[in-house]
């Protein structure tokens, strides 16, 4: 079963619980891939926050003509990911954002190039 079908099954049954209880369902890594200006594959970890309200969030972008690292959060109440991309030195490159319910969103860089990701086989 996808994992998107068994966290949406799950969340209702969740509603009593806390956001960190919620939070539970996302941890773990992922895989999948970016498409759109630039493609290539992705890698992304969910790992416990001290914060009761989000889980903390890293990636790995990899392609033939770009890649990124990212730090962000997912917000343990709906699932939504927000990730700010950079380079491995450090310089701001833009964003990935979505809902790791939806195991999909976007991507955009400051230079105007964009696309979309998903988690998948």
């Known amino acids: 079963m996808p994992r998107a079908l068994a966290t949406a099954l799950l ?4 509603a009593s619980c806390s ?9 773990g890594d992922y895989s999948g891939t970016f498409d759109g200006d630039a493609s290539g594959s992705l890698t992304l970890t969910v790992q416990p926050d001290d914060s009761a309200d989000n889980a903390v ?9 770009f890649s990124a690292i990212g730090n962000g959060l997912v917000t343990c109440e ?6 700010t991309l950079t380079d491995e030195d450090g310089n701001a490159l833009g964003t990935f ?17 964009s696309g979309t990701w998903s988690f998948g086989e």
Do not use: H, K, R, Y
């Not at 969340?11 to 969740?14: D, H, I, S, V």
């Not at 969030?57 to 003509?65: F, H, K, Q, S, W």
């Open 11 to 14: 969340l209702p049954l969740l």
């Open 19 to 27: 956001a960190n209880d919620i939070c539970q369902t996302f941890l």
């Open 57 to 65: 969030v890293e990636i790995t972008l990899e392609g033939e003509a």
């Open 78 to 83: 709906d699932g939504e990911l927000t990730v």
């Open 97 to 113: 954002t979505g809902s790791m319910l939806d195991e999909a969103g976007e991507w955009s860089l400051g230079t105007g190039e």
